[in-house]
T-cell receptor, first 115, second 115 residues
Framework: AQSVTQLGSHVSVSEGALVLLRCNYS??????LFWYVQYPNQGLQLLLK??????LVKGINGFEAEFKKSETSFHLTKPSAHMSDAAEYFC?????????????FGKGTMLLVSP | NAGVTQTPKFQVLKTGQSMTLQCAQD?????MYWYRQDPGMGLRLIYY???????DKGEVPNGYNVSRLNKREFSLRLESAAPSQTSVYFC??????????????FGNGTRLTVT
């Protein structure tokens, strides 16, 4: 069975600082990995995804994530935080070779950005 | 392009009342999903429909029923609402037939309070 662990329910950074949101997954087969962002009172929007190929994936709004199989991790980073990045971020995993696979989400990390 | 549309946006029910949450997508997606989001719990899958005419239970199906009315519409019904069903409900869809790693597309949610 697949599962996702996000370390830290809240992460606080200053504007301009590095953003690092951690995600570790468990999967019995090579996974597909996703990061979603949720702004207040909205649904989830896709930030980026890893399927195959290059392990460093670039997404929208300057975010990127690196798939590390040996560490079963898919951490999300951004070099310089903006106030507009304040939101909740969810990591999700979906298993390959499953005809109608579902996504399993982590519990989310709230990113707080201070001036 | 509306994407995934959920109605209503807000609803207050009394214990024991019933209601149906509506969801429609205009992206011609095969799969549709219902999740609930609770603080500190992330998103948990209630039911999903891999294709028109099929439905399957997710992680937390008790107290809910679903109907895949056609390819566009997937409704969620609470027959006898309980306070534990107070939550934010998200509908999502995905085009996953033949597309590796296709992401979920979310609606903006229905905020349900059961008193």
């Amino acid at each position: 069975a697949q599962s996702v662990t996000q370390l830290g329910s809240h992460v606080s950074v200053s504007e301009g600082a590095l953003v690092l949101l951690r995600c570790n997954y468990s999967s019995s087969v090579p996974p597909y990995l996703f990061w979603y962002v949720q702004y207040p009172n909205q649904g989830l929007q896709l930030l980026l995804k890893y399927t195959t190929g290059a392990t460093l994936v670039k997404g929208i709004n300057g975010f990127e994530a690196e798939f590390k199989k040996s560490e079963t991790s898919f951490h999300l980073t951004k070099p310089s935080a903006h106030m507009s990045d304040a939101a909740e971020y969810f990591c999700a995993v979906s298993e390959k070779n499953s005809g109608y696979s579902t996504l399993t989400f982590g519990k989310g990390t709230m990113l707080l950005v201070s001036p | 392009n509306a994407g995934v549309t959920q109605t209503p946006k807000f609803q207050v029910l009394k214990t024991g009342q019933s209601m149906t949450l509506q969801c429609a997508q205009d992206m011609n997606h095969n799969s549709m999903y219902w999740y609930r989001q609770d603080p500190g719990m992330g998103l948990r899958l209630i039911y999903y429909s891999a294709s028109e005419g099929t439905t399957d239970k997710g992680e937390v199906p008790n107290g809910y029923n679903v109907s895949r009315l056609n390819k566009r519409e997937f409704s969620l019904r609470l027959e006898s609402a309980a306070p534990s069903q107070t939550s934010v409900y998200f509908c999502a869809s995905r085009e996953d037939r033949g597309k590796v790693g296709s992401p979920l597309h979310f609606g903006n949610g229905t905020r349900l309070t059961v008193t």
